[in-house]
């Protein structure tokens, strides 16, 4: 890349931190039980942008052969707390906590580029069950010390992206014809993500468990 275009992707990189700033001065200063929607608003600007910006810059290191990809999607992965557990008949992913779907086009590779990266890595360590006939599971977990408030339906949530990241490593297919789909919400002591992907059998199981958890808020 050479130093002009670099000048100015950087530029642009830092003509969206003032706003960023600016916008998480507004989140400080509104009163969220009186105004919750326009904090709301707010929080959803400032995470996309900083996701934007998050974006911007890993772009401006690939087109400029700094570090590769892959090198730096693990990072990325680690820093999202990206994490694989698995046995025979089933396989748990733990993400950050999803994003409501954007209103408009935007970016959504701050997350599904590390989780490829981190399960291309993850599959060629392991050998993982791969899945014909299952059940997806979406466990939406709310950090317990925040308001309830921020519990969102899940239709607003951005879990298609993760679930074709996912499905290429784990599934014959995400359609309906191969999976069945199931989303809980619990509290807990931060908000994350855990998709958890698995036969068909062992959902009655995997179902009574999550029942039995004292926090558990899900609607069938």
């Known amino acids: 890349m050479d130093k002009h275009t670099l000048s100015s992707r950087l530029s642009r990189i830092e003509e969206e931190i003032p706003k960023l700033t600016n916008t998480l001065y507004a989140m400080r200063i509104t009163d969220t039980k009186s105004y919750g929607k326009n904090y709301e608003e707010l929080s959803i600007d400032a995470a996309i942008r900083a ?110 992206q993760i679930l074709d990241t996912v499905a290429g490593f784990l599934m014959t297919d995400d359609s309906g014809i191969f999976c069945d789909a199931y989303h809980t919400t619990e509290f807990g002591d931060r908000d994350c993500t855990i998709l958890t992907i698995m036969e068909k059998n062992s959902f009655p199981t995997w179902l009574k468990e999550q029942a039995d958890r004292e926090k558990n808020i899900s609607d069938f």
């Open 51 to 160: 996701e934007r910006i998050a974006c911007s810059l890993r772009n401006v290191i690939y087109a400029a052969n700094l570090v590769p990809k892959p090198v730096l999607m693990q990072k990325a992965a680690k820093e999202h707390g990206i994490a694989l557990a698995f046995s025979d008949c089933s396989v748990t992913i733990t993400l950050p906590g999803l994003m409501p779907k954007r209103n408009k086009r935007t970016n959504t590779t701050f997350l599904t580029d590390p989780l490829y990266s981190f399960m291309d890595s993850y599959t060629k360590e392991h050998v993982l069950p791969h899945f014909t006939d299952c059940v997806v599971c979406f466990t939406h977990r709310f950090d317990e010390s925040l308001s309830a408030r921020r519990v969102r339906d899940y239709d607003n949530l951005e879990c298609k």
